[in-house]
């Protein structure tokens, strides 16, 4: 894989970052729909597919938790996603410069960015987790299937350290692979098999994104479509196995529990969930649309690429039990004891149950490798988020630069994740994936619904849609509107609230944070969301006027907003950037026309 992606690199790098067939060419565009649609597909479906949606399934009611799984989908998943991808495509701009809408609202997609870079550098992480065990696989017997090897590395390595009875693939995970230490506060040395698989990740994830979109959107052909091709032949060898059937009535069969539908937690976990495989809030979705084409049918996009994800989480579940229920069978324990979540399901369940196979080593390349492609496309969009509001931030400048732009910004992000492959690195991963991503995703999701629909205009922003996608009857933007206006958001702040009232320290396994480390946590979290009152009391001190002309000044699109191209701008957008021929701003049932030294309702 690593040959192919550095050969579609060097076959590019005397491209020009756009093409003659670009309808834009200052940004440049995808080659084809057919890359967009598997980048969006490759971003949205990543490793909570396989590893987090068939443990929620299992612990909320197995099939039961399919009914609020896809009623999250419709309310709140698919609105959301439609609402991004249309942002991005209408002004052909990045997370940030979407923003040029709703100036006070500009810090909601800073703090996108700076979600994107605390992702992209633990993400990569377990990328190099998911390489580190291809690497493993190619030995027979696989090395976690006997605790000869790692007894020795016990005896070894820590001579004195009483080790609770473990599985030898909780052993080679904990002390081949992790080496981990007892906590946070002892770092110890990097372990270095996992720094150099963390540098080949970065280098494949650099030669994918070396043209941007023009590279990224020809890997996109064999990492999005991989996974599938995995996910079907370990389904088929699963349902072959002994045990198969327990594995799947406990993950979706007649042992479906539908009274648990009446519990509030789980349709906080299916909403939750929704948001997390969606990759909903994080910048990713407005980027990767920001280079279609203007008049895409970006509606019939989100619908596809969510029900795509969906479909995948519930074909991942299928093909995971099908071979924990087989595990369970030959180990004489209840399904229940095998069904892990996490790094717990992908590093250690699932290698145990891979290694009691005939031709372990074979399934076990195969399971890994589509970690890995999974791992890959959602990192490509979470680093593409990084580069694409660089270039749009200064275009002049950077935007022959791109080759290095994406380089440079791989090669900081690595550094950064080095403290993540010390002896403490999967006490620093939890960390950053608690605390980096949830309230900060929800919170920005949320500004995102409020500053469109209750500030920019809800009606203005879906004639901007039909600008793009053509004039649809009001009978069709009646869900979508309950959705964006009332639906969404309520649900948003539902688990916000939740969240916050059942929030636990952070912990793995048995070991506990220090306070030191959950304090940090809330760094993580308060320096992505500080970026949104600072930029907005920035944006109005720099404004023109007394206080409330500087406020409707900020709620203003800026000169120049609308669609990026002359020939899309219309009538609405002809007078550089001003809406039907005036500078506007829509407060919710107002809308306010500000001249030169008045505001006139």
Not at 29 to 47: D, F, P, Q, T
Not at 360 to 383: E, K, N, Y
Not at 473 to 488: D, K, P, Q, T
Not at 582 to 596: A, E, G, H, R, W
Request: charged share 10%; proline share 5%.
């Amino acid at each position: 894989m690593a040959i192919f992606l550095l050969a579609t690199c060097f076959m590019q790098q005397h491209e020009s970052n756009v093409t003659s067939s670009d309808e834009n060419i200052d940004r440049g565009n995808w080659a084809s729909k057919r890359e967009y649609m598997l980048s969006m597909i490759g971003y949205a479906v990543g490793l909570g597919n396989v590893w987090r949606f068939p443990y929620l399934a299992y612990k909320n009611g197995g099939g039961a938790f399919l009914i609020p799984y896809f009623i999250m989908l419709a309310v709140a998943g698919i609105p959301m996603f439609f609402l991004e991808s249309s942002f991005g495509q209408f002004c052909s701009q990045g997370p940030i410069n979407v923003w040029r809408s709703l100036p006070i609202f500009q810090g909601v997609g800073v703090a996108m960015v700076a979600v994107s870079v605390l992702m992209a550098i633990y993400y990569n992480v377990i990328i190099a987790y998911s390489l580190y065990y291809l690497f493993a696989s190619f030995q027979f017997p696989l090395p976690w299937s006997d605790c000869f090897d790692c007894c020795f590395t016990i005896m070894y390595r820590f001579p004195l350290v009483h080790i609770p009875i473990q599985s030898p693939s909780e052993q080679y995970w904990d002390l081949v692979t992790l080496q981990r230490s007892s906590g946070l506060d002892e770092t110890g040395p990097v372990v270095w098999h996992l720094a150099l698989c963390l540098l080949l990740g970065w280098l494949l994830v650099a030669a994918a994104l070396y043209k941007g979109i023009q590279s990224s959107g020809k890997v996109v052909y064999f990492t999005a479509t991989f996974p599938y091709v995995v996910l079907l032949i370990l389904l088929i060898r699963g349902l072959t196995l002994e045990g198969a059937r327990d594995g799947i009535e406990f993950y979706i069969g007649s042992k479906s529990n539908l009274t648990k539908l009446a519990e509030s937690e789980v349709w906080r976990d299916a909403a939750t969930q929704i948001f997390y495989t969606l990759s909903l809030a994080g910048g990713g979705v407005t980027a990767l649309s920001s280079y279609n084409k203007f008049h895409n049918n970006v509606f019939k996009d989100a619908l596809t690429v969510c029900l795509t994800n969906c479909g995948t989480s519930v074909l991942a579940g299928f093909t995971i039990f099908s071979i924990l229920g087989h595990m369970a069978h030959v180990s004489g324990k209840p399904v229940s004891e095998v069904a892990l979540s996490g790094f717990g399901l992908a590093f250690i369940a699932y290698p145990d149950a891979l290694s009691k196979l005939p031709i372990s080593p074979l399934w076990s390349i195969l399971f890994f490798f589509m970690l890995l492609t999974l791992g890959l496309d959602t990192q490509f969009a979470g680093v593409e988020v990084i580069s694409t509001c660089l270039v749009d931030a200064f275009p002049k400048t950077l935007k022959s630069k791109r080759p290095i732009i994406s380089v440079g910004t791989c090669s900081i992000l690595f550094l950064l994740g080095l403290p993540c492959v010390t002896q403490a690195g999967i006490y620093w991963v939890i960390l950053m994936d608690q605390f980096g991503t949830g309230f900060v995703l929800l919170i920005t999701a949320l500004l995102e619904l409020i500053g469109v629909f209750y500030i920019y205009g809800g009606n203005r922003f879906i004639k901007d849609i039909e600008m793009m996608i053509g004039t649809r009857h009001s009978i069709f933007w009646l869900w979508w509107r309950a959705c964006w206006f009332f639906i969404s958001p309520a649900i948003i702040t539902m688990i916000l609230v939740w969240s916050w009232l059942t929030f636990r320290p952070p912990s793995y396994g048995t070991v506990q944070y220090p306070a030191w480390g959950v304090a940090l946590g809330w760094c993580m979290i308060t320096f992505c969301l500080l970026w949104i009152p600072l930029v907005a009391v920035w944006k109005i001190f720099h404004a023109q006027g007394n206080p409330w002309k500087r406020l409707c000044a900020v709620c203003s699109p800026v000169e120049g907003w609308g669609p990026y191209l002359d020939v899309h701008r219309g009538e609405r957008y002809a007078d550089g950037g001003q809406v039907d021929g005036k500078n506007s701003v829509q407060l919710p049932d107002n809308v306010y026309y500000i001249s030169n030294d008045q505001t006139h309702l």
